[in-house]
């Protein structure tokens, strides 16, 4: 069974609009960490932000901005006002940490490929 | 902070040959991951390295796949007698675990794409 689910394939947006993308994530495990990363073109994966389990406090860094809610398994990533260079595909990744876990093994979704048009 | 390297960043092969890649953590990093990544996925853990002490390796890593981190810095992998189901990329990770349930952020090298003839 997938474990992170992004459910979106593909997203265009024209620039300086929001858009929000989505990962749903399954674990049993009490403990566990949530990631985003980007991957534009050049290919290098490009660590965004880090939430653990017992911090549910939705976080903003600049354009971007995440929002964790355990009751639905769900950690979405929301870009205000796009630009071009946003243009990547999105991964999210979940890591275990329970018993019988591999510490620091990520699970990642297929990733959202987002497309901003100037 | 140079970044994870990877060696060669391209590699082209025929069927049957084996093939070698290596990844320079950066420094200091004592956690040392692979990944392989095919077109529209995401990347797929293969196994890892605590310092010189290979962990875990997935099932997806067969016995054709080995892997080793000698001194506890660069790593390598190695794929004997290539199939085309190996084409990917392969990506290198590394993380600074101080120990406890932290599980730090990996930063990713650019990767190997290899190609199977």
């Known amino acids: 069974a997938q474990k992170v689910t992004q459910a979106q394939t593909e997203i265009s947006v024209v620039e300086k609009e929001d858009v929000t993308l989505d990962c749903v994530y399954e674990t049993r495990d009490t403990t566990y960490y949530l990631f985003w990363y980007k991957q534009p073109p050049s290919g290098e994966l490009v660590f965004l932000i880090r939430?653990?389990?017992?911090?549910?406090q939705n976080e903003i860094s600049g354009r971007y901005s995440w929002n964790f809610q355990k009751s639905t398994s769900s950690f979405n990533f929301t870009i205000t006002a796009s630009q071009v260079v946003d243009s990547a595909v999105y991964f999210c990744a979940l890591s275990e940490a329970g018993r019988g876990s591999t510490l620091g093994r990520l699970y990642f979704g297929r990733g959202t490929q987002l497309t901003v048009w100037p | 902070d140079t970044g994870v390297s990877q060696d060669p960043r391209h590699k082209i092969t025929k069927r049957g040959q084996n093939v070698t890649f290596r990844c320079d953590p950066i420094s200091e990093h004592n956690r040392l991951y692979w990944y392989r990544q095919t077109l529209g996925q995401g990347p797929e853990f293969l196994t890892y390295f605590q310092n010189e002490a290979q962990l875990e390796k997935s099932r997806l890593l067969s016995d054709r796949f080995s892997a080793e981190r000698p001194k506890g810095s660069f790593s390598t992998l190695e794929i004997q007698r290539t199939e085309q189901g190996d084409s990917a990329m392969y990506l290198c990770a590394s993380s600074l675990e101080r120990g406890g349930l932290s599980n730090q952020p990996q930063h990713f090298g650019d990767g190997t794409r290899l190609s199977i003839l």
């Open positions: 939430r653990n389990s017992f911090d549910e």
